[in-house]
Antibody, heavy 124, light 112 residues
Framework: QVQLQQSGPGLVEPSRTLSLTCAIS??????????WNWIRQSPSRGLEWLGR?????????DYAVSVESRITINPDTSKNQVSLQMTSVTPEDTAIYYC??????????????WGQGTTVTVSS | DIVMTQSPDSLAVSLGERATINCKSS????????????LAWYQQKPGQPPKLILY???TRESGVPDRFSGSGSGTDFTLTISSLQAEDVAVYFC?????????FGQGTKVEI
């Protein structure tokens, strides 16, 4: 079955860059029937969708306006993984970060696979 | 952005009784070209990621017990657990994927 294994540091200093990776097994990052998303969850913001990348003959990205200037989501076809980079982090970026798969088959389904979550704390 | 508002924030239900959670979107999430509501429901237990239980407002994900059902269209949706089991204690979220940014409800905590 499809599994998403997240990795990355749990502690990031303010103003630095947060970098997380999501290794995909049982599926391909280039599968044109899915999208790969990053979502975060915190007590103050709840579940917040950050952005996605997906392949439809070429690569596409969509980002939430609230973080658009600070984030990049990149597929890595050689490692079959997706990465999230967020620059200039502040304590408000403290959250549990999830990567997810969103299925598409002529229409969108739900987010059927979630990574285990990475707790990221922004603090000096 | 489409705002998703759930009610109630929490509810306590006896074992075997019905639990009903509502979700209202600030705009319609009905996709006209295929008549599908781009609305999903997730269950989250402590220390775990959310788990997909329903999509298209009423279609159960594979392996989800049939005591979970969804209804509604356009802007008003309901998740019903027909006969609450102990393992259903969790927080439930609705999620719209009709437009970017995708958004989630604030969650409803279901307790015994």
């Amino acid at each position: 079955q499809v599994q998403l294994q997240q990795s990355g540091p749990g502690l990031v200093e303010p103003s630095r860059t947060l970098s997380l990776t999501c290794a995909i097994s049982g599926d391909s990052v280039s599968n044109d029937g899915v999208a790969w998303n990053w979502i975060r969850q915190s007590p103050s913001r709840g579940l917040e969708w950050l952005g996605r990348t997906y392949y439809r003959s070429e690569w596409y990205n969509d980002y939430a306006v609230s973080v658009e200037s600070r984030i990049t989501i990149n597929p890595d076809t050689s490692k079959n993984q997706v990465s999230l980079q967020m620059t200039s982090v502040t304590p408000e970026d403290t959250a549990i970060y999830y990567c997810t798969r969103h299925r598409y088959g002529n229409t969108w389904y739900g987010m059927d696979v979630w990574g285990q979550g990475t707790t990221v704390t922004v603090s000096s | 952005d489409i705002v998703m508002t759930q009610s109630p924030d929490s509810l306590a239900v006896s074992l075997g009784e019905r639990a009903t959670i509502n979700c209202k979107s600030s705009q319609s999430v009905l996709y006209g070209s295929n008549n599908k509501n781009y609305l999903a429901w997730y269950q989250q237990k402590p220390g775990q990621p959310p788990k997909l239980i329903l999509y298209w407002a009423s279609t159960r994900e594979s392996g989800v017990p049939d005591r979970f059902s969804g209804s509604g269209s356009g802007t008003d949706f309901t998740l019903t657990i027909s006969s609450l089991q102990a393992e259903d204690v969790a927080v439930y979220f609705c999620h719209q994927y009709y437009s970017i940014p995708q958004t989630f409800g604030q969650g409803t905590k279901v307790e015994i």
